[in-house]
């Protein structure tokens, strides 16, 4: 029996073939864009291991985001980097802290307009640099440290978050931050988990990014997951679904996309992936070096991203991404 032979190059004879045909089709709305926000500084600071990227300044922030929203990015996470560091991270919960002022500027330059997300955690704030509390031989405390992270929350809400995003891998946090925010009135604002967040070497350029070093050359291990694992990633995501989390969260996303589709068959909340600073980074070296077309580079990663199953992508790649798409 003689079948007509299967072509599979039909459908890719043309641009507009191959376009009407395409599996994913990404869009300036699918993307979140992290920000950093400094306190004192007059000037936006450049990020050395991150081309490109900001320290920004209150004023910088505004108008960044102001381009952000211009080109259809759907949301900004917001780090901030405080003046003054200490044990207990206590400008993360002050009302004045930079990053309260910041969502207070975003807010009131543009209203419900873009999805305004704060990171919740604690490194960036304490002086050791680890994402919790310490107890007396250095460890980092679980409880104790959600007690913090409701006193974030609140603040950040007061401030005018729309979507809390706590970043620092402890036991029951999302449970924590769920009942303290709708114990004060914030049933409304939404929870992103971090809820599979690995413990890599892929945040190195983010730590210069927030001034993070972590005491006695430490690490995360303690909290953040192991890497060579996926299982685990699942319990994680359906705890924090359990807690009440509106939205997870894989990070890395370029490195884990076998734990991002994972996680996609696993829940039915919307799925988030984090191209993380190393992921940026290495890109942007390459394509300095004349060796990688940064842009198409970049499109790819995100459409794989995409393709494993995240629902939206914060990458530091957005504005170029969205600019391309105008
Ligand atoms: C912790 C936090 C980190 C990142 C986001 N939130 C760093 C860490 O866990 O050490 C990394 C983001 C990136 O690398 O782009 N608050």
Redesign the pocket.
């Known amino acids: 029996m003689n079948f007509p032979q299967r072509r599979m190059r039909r459908l890719r004879r043309t641009g507009a073939l191959r376009r009407l045909v395409t599996e994913h089709r990404l869009h300036p709305a699918d993307f979140i864009a992290?920000l950093f926000v400094r306190e004192g500084i007059d000037e936006p600071q450049p990020i050395v291991s991150m081309p490109g990227q900001f320290q920004h300044t209150r004023s910088s922030l505004r108008a960044e985001v102001a381009e952000l929203h211009a080109l259809g990015i759907g949301a900004v996470v917001l780090?901030g980097v405080p003046e003054r560091k200490d044990h207990i991270g206590s400008e993360a919960w002050n009302p004045d802290g930079i990053v309260q002022v910041a969502l207070a500027d975003l807010r009131s330059d543009l209203g419900d307009e873009i999805v305004l997300i704060a990171?919740l955690?604690m490194?960036?704030y304490t002086d050791h640099g680890h994402?919790g509390l310490l107890d007396g031989r250095g460890d980092v405390e679980n409880d104790a440290t959600l007690e913090v992270y409701a006193r974030i929350a609140l603040a950040q809400a007061a401030a005018g978050a729309d979507i809390v995003a706590p970043?620092?891998m402890m036991d029951g946090q999302v449970g924590a931050i769920r009942a303290a925010l709708d114990g004060s009135g914030f049933e409304q604002t939404a929870i992103l988990a971090?809820a599979a967040?690995y413990a890599t070497a892929?945040?190195g350029?983010?730590?210069d990014a927030v001034d993070?070093t972590i005491a006695g050359g430490g690490d995360?291990r303690t909290y953040?997951q192991d890497v060579a694992g996926s299982r685990e990633a699942l319990e994680e995501i359906r705890l924090d679904v359990a807690e009440g989390a509106d939205m997870v969260m894989v990070?890395?996303a370029l490195a884990f996309l076998d734990v991002i589709a994972a996680a996609r068959r696993a829940v039915d909340v919307p799925l988030a992936a984090?191209h993380?600073?190393?992921e940026?980074a290495m890109v942007c070296a390459a394509a300095e070096r004349g060796w990688l077309d940064l842009d198409a580079v970049a499109y790819e990663h995100v459409l794989a991203i995409r393709r494993a199953g995240a629902d939206v992508i914060l990458t530091?790649f957005c504005k170029r991404l969205a600019e391309a798409m105008q």
């Open positions: 992290p780090f990171d955690c490194d960036e994402c970043s620092g971090y967040k892929l945040y350029p983010f730590r993070v995360r953040q990070k890395p984090y993380v600073s190393g940026y530091y």
